[in-house]
């Protein structure tokens, strides 16, 4: 039986009143509603506008995106996808999985025309679209409008943590355009399951998310397990036929996710990363959210225990198991509460319909009447003229130059890269890890880096070794040793300056507000250390607020 929600037959009498507000000319209603803006494009525009026009640099405030791009760049110019390490000294090169090969190289295409602004524009369309997704999969419920978009409202504004100009934008769209095809196959019996296999196939080359997909299918496939054995006929019936359904998505995206590089060896490296206990601890991206900051995904956290104890009605096999899993995932690390945002929005919506729906009141049928009223103008709009017109603003001002974004020289070692070309200092550095990123944008293939963003490829053993010394632990000096390390490009304000200022066998040969540079005190540097004998440090720079590889 084709699944309705009972609450889709209460907008009716408010689509009569919408359409009553509108003059009765059919010509007239349509250029009404060609230019009228449904509130998912509102929302769109909230989200792109601000990123494309002024507030674009947030995304790159990871400096990670500068890497994506030369890898992006590389695979361009040689037609091919590398097995191992290009960007540091370490020898023999190590193991990498470019799992994320078909993003970089978008990137790179994207940062031929305009540089980092047409990659900052691209990435704000997508997280501008990934709400207008959401919101719709909200809709689809024939909840209350005004309930939707407050429970939309928050996960927007929790997912805001990780908003940079980085792959994983794709599997954030991705998964939400996914989990809106199970959604609605489960509860509306509209079948888009044929298509999934050829989006795994896009998104297992684009983002290690693409595990998500299948976790999805695994929990829609095991939700339906106990219903087949349901001791009504039509419901037995209905849950066999989707697990045999889901069974055989489930086969046939695991067959396409064996279609990229790394053959089915990418099946296992999401695991790989996440079982790295090391790698979990001592990288801030990983590490679980702080609840003694002011955080919106803590009141999400409280708006869904609210909604949930309000409810009387009963969640499903399904939703029971997506809200533990994807609650278990953002409390472990940070990065996943927007996909529990995501997950979680769908089934509030359903629960907070059921509560607006059996109150009883003046105001609340004020209120449900306002709703169905609102929601019958926002279903009548058809027209996309202002989030075009939003994308094609922004593209204008990005060609005329009027809009430009780069990497903060106030948090990545822009001047600093800068005297390290034009200086050519020889030698094996050790480097921040964030530096490590932005040298690789800056300054490769001249120079190659010690650590950088890709933790996972580096090991909990170089991790390690980065520790030793960026702390200044015992032993740091035997790790110099271990890498040939002669020079070291650090964090002005960090613990490793500090100690090397007055640490004979060193000398500070260039110093700002955000890096120093030292150098041996060898023959080797004499000239440049002769050029620069009086560099003194700059202190009282914002920390930056990162660990080792926050890839």
């Not at 890497?67 to 695979?75: C, K």
């Not at 169905?372 to 926002?378: F, L, P, T, Y």
């Not at 003229?385 to 994308?391: E, I, K, Q, R, T």
Request: a positive charge; aromatic letters at 12%.
């Amino acid at each position: 039986m084709k699944y309705r929600s009972p609450e889709c037959t209460a907008i009716d009498p408010g689509q009569d009143a919408a359409l009553a507000v509108a003059p009765k000319t059919g010509r007239s209603e349509g250029i009404l509603r060609f230019l009228l803006p449904s509130i998912g494009e509102v929302l769109f525009l909230c989200v792109f506008l601000p990123l494309a026009l002024s507030r674009g640099t947030e995304l790159l405030y990871d400096a990670d995106t500068g890497y994506h791009i030369r890898a992006g760049q590389y695979m361009l110019r040689t037609l091919s996808v590398p097995t191992h390490d290009i960007f540091s000294y370490l020898s023999p090169p190590l193991p990498w999985t470019a799992h994320e090969w078909l993003s970089e190289v978008i990137m790179a295409l994207l940062h031929s025309f305009q540089g980092l602004t047409t990659v900052v524009l691209f990435f704000s369309f997508l997280i501008g679209v990934e709400f207008i997704v959401l919101f719709k999969m909200v809709r689809s419920n024939g909840g209350d409008i005004f309930t939707d978009l407050l429970i939309v409202l928050p996960v927007i504004l929790a997912s805001q943590i990780h908003w940079l100009a980085r792959p994983h934008i794709f599997s954030l769209l991705l998964m939400t355009l996914w989990y809106y095809a199970l959604d609605q196959y489960q509860y509306r019996d509209r079948n888009h399951l044929v298509f999934l296999p050829c989006v795994m196939l896009l998104w297992v080359n684009l983002h290690g998310g693409f595990i998500l997909g299948l976790l999805l299918v695994c929990v829609y496939l095991a939700g339906n397990a106990r219903p087949a054995f349901s001791a009504d006929a039509a419901a037995r019936t209905a849950a066999r036929r989707k697990v045999r359904h889901y069974g055989l998505l489930l086969a046939f995206c695991l067959l396409a996710s064996l279609c990229n590089p790394q053959g089915f060896h990418i099946l296992a490296f999401p695991f790989r990363v996440t079982a790295n206990s090391y790698l979990m601890d001592n990288v801030n991206e990983f590490l679980s959210p702080n609840f003694h900051k002011t955080t919106v995904f803590r009141y999400l956290l409280l708006l869904t225990v609210a909604i949930l104890a309000a409810s009387r009605k009963r969640l499903g096999d399904i939703e029971i198991l997506l809200l533990l899993l994807f609650l278990n995932m953002s409390l472990f690390s940070a990065r996943y509460i927007p996909l529990f945002g995501v997950i979680a929005a769908p089934v509030l919506s359903r629960q907070a319909g059921e509560i607006v729906r059996r109150g009883r009141g003046k105001v609340l049928d004020f209120f449900r009447s306002r709703s169905r009223r609102i929601a019958a103008v926002d279903s009548s709009a058809r027209g996309h003229l202002w989030p075009l017109a939003a994308v094609l603003a922004a593209a204008v001002l990005t060609s005329a130059g009027t809009v430009s974004f780069a990497f903060d020289k106030n948090r990545e070692p822009v001047a600093a890269t800068d005297f390290l070309k034009r200086e050519q200092i020889s030698g094996n550095m050790f480097n921040n890890d964030e530096f490590g990123d932005y040298i690789i944008y800056a300054a490769w293939p001249q120079y190659h880096v010690f650590f950088d963003g890709r933790s996972d490829m580096y090991g909990a053993a170089r991790m390690k070794d980065y520790f030793t010394v960026s702390g200044v632990k015992r032993d740091w000096e035997s790790v110099l040793k271990k890498y040939g390390i002669n020079w070291i490009v650090f964090d002005s304000d960090s613990a490793l300056a500090t100690f090397l200022e007055g640490r004979k066998g060193w000398r500070l040969v260039y110093a700002d507000a955000v890096a120093e540079i030292f150098v041996r005190d060898t023959p080797e540097y004499a000239t440049l250390i002769a050029k620069y004998p009086d560099v003194k440090p700059v202190r009282h720079r914002a920390s930056k607020g990162k660990q080792a590889g926050d890839g």
